[in-house]
């Protein structure tokens, strides 16, 4: 909508959109999303073929460099970023003034701001390579606080990051690990954590991604955007989606109870939604969610439980749902979020984590576009509102 509002400015006319459905903020190089169509490219490569060929670190350079790296420079990236993989020591001492039971979440937005403090002094944003080394200290030391955040809420000690394996790998190893005993990751559901970092890594000016170009703007701290960008990945019409459709197919419990769901989700007095379903920009089969779906499907049968009960009832219900005319109408189809759950209760991670794996894969997305504002002429972000409140009046005698 275009609405007058010269007698409140006395400026012209500004546009109200809220929720910014149809108002860019910027103009950017990274990733490319068509709704109508369900495509979404990374520097013009489609993320089916990043997801099938390429993996984390290969992509975490792409979107920072806007080129794949070459297998020289591919080596080099990944060997600084195994120089970083470690957190200072005082870091260890945040989390204990946690409690046990305070969800992931909230000890990243901590512990993630908590890394301006180390890095503060010395940086100057406007260095090219300032700003590359910050990509690089966050795409490093996400994973290692992220085992971190689960090691404190299980009680066991914390592990450090083994630089001989993989990304995934090493994550894994850091979750699942204990002095005690060696973790051995099987390649299958290591590859399909690498995955769902691919798949989560950028989705351009979602509510996190615009959260940290907006704090960006003001010139503040890298590390404390990225913790901005984590709060808004938080809620469950984001980021915390993952979790809420895990705990919502447990709620369902049964393929028969599916109808009743449905229902309720279209039933426009109740505030339930399916999780996982509908997108912003999708109006058309998330194509992430495509992959994401046959991923699910190779770590089951890898481990052997292809008959989970909560995969076969998101089958169905994206059956069911699909199927009906309210779903068709308004075009909501299953998003990135609606299998990922699975995977990850697959491979043993609990549901609190799920969100914090987001947070850890889309940190690349995050720098990268704070990256790109900080290389380009800019300047801070305010928008404006439409006020609605009382006219001017005198404070009472
Ligand atoms: N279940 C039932 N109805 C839905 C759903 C859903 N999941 N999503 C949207 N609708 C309905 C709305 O009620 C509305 O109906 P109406 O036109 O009769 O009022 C219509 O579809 C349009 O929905 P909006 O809320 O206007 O869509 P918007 O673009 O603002 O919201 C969102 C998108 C937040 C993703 C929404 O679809 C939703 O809440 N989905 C469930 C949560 C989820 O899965 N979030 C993850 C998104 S992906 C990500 O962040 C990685």
């Known amino acids: 909508d275009v609405i007058d509002v010269r007698p409140l400015t006395g400026k012209g006319l500004f546009t109200y959109d809220p929720g910014f459905v149809s108002t860019a903020a910027c103009e950017s190089k990274i990733t490319y999303i068509d709704g109508d169509q369900g495509i979404l490219l990374h520097g013009g490569y489609p993320i089916e073929q990043l997801a099938d060929k390429s993996d984390y670190l290969e992509v975490c350079y792409l979107l920072l460099n806007g080129e794949l790296p070459t297998e020289e420079q591919k080596k080099e990236f990944i060997h600084i970023i195994k120089n970083h993989t470690m957190v200072h020591e005082q870091m260890s001492h945040f989390f204990n003034g946690f409690r046990r039971d305070a969800h992931p979440m909230a000890i990243m937005v901590a512990c993630v701001g908590a890394l301006s403090a180390f890095y503060h002094d010395s940086l100057d ?31 066991q000690p914390f592990m450090y990051p083994r ?8 994550f894994l190893h850091m979750m699942f690990g204990t002095p005690c005993e060696e973790y051995k990751p099987n390649p299958v559901l290591a590859k399909a954590m690498d995955r ?43 980021g915390g989606a993952n979790e809420a459709v895990l705990t919502m197919l447990e709620e369902i419990g049964d393929e028969s109870n599916i109808a009743e769901y449905v229902e309720r989700a279209k039933d426009p007095e109740d505030p339930f ?54 779903f068709v109408e308004r075009k909501l189809y299953p998003n990135v979020d609606f299998y990922s759950g699975i995977i990850l209760k697959a491979i043993g991670i609990p549901t609190s984590m799920f969100t914090v794996i987001f947070a850890l894969s889309r940190t690349i997305g995050w720098i990268s576009h704070w990256s790109e504002f900080h290389s380009s002429p800019n300047r801070i972000g305010r928008p404006r509102q439409l006020y609605t409140g009382p006219k001017k009046r005198n404070y009472p005698q």
């Open 125 to 155: 944003i406007n260095d090219a390579h300032h700003r590359e080394v910050c990509a690089f200290r966050l795409i490093a030391k996400m994973p290692t606080l992220a085992a971190m955040s689960y090691k404190y809420s299980i009680g």
């Open 163 to 170: 630089n001989d394996l993989g990304y995934a790998e090493n």
């Open 196 to 238: 769902i970092f691919v798949l989560h890594a950028d989705h351009e000016q979602n509510a996190s991604t615009s959260t940290v170009r907006l704090a960006g703007s003001s010139g503040a701290n890298p590390f404390a955007c990225i913790s901005s960008g984590i709060a808004a990945l938080w809620g469950p019409a984001h």
């Open 273 to 326: 939604r399916l999780m996982g379903f509908g997108h912003r920009v999708y109006r058309n089969f998330d194509p992430r969610a495509k992959v994401m779906k046959a991923t699910c499907d190779q770590v089951l049968k890898e481990l052997g439980v292809e008959n989970e009960p909560l995969l076969k009832i998101a089958k169905r219900l994206e059956q069911i749902a699909l199927e009906d005319p309210y």
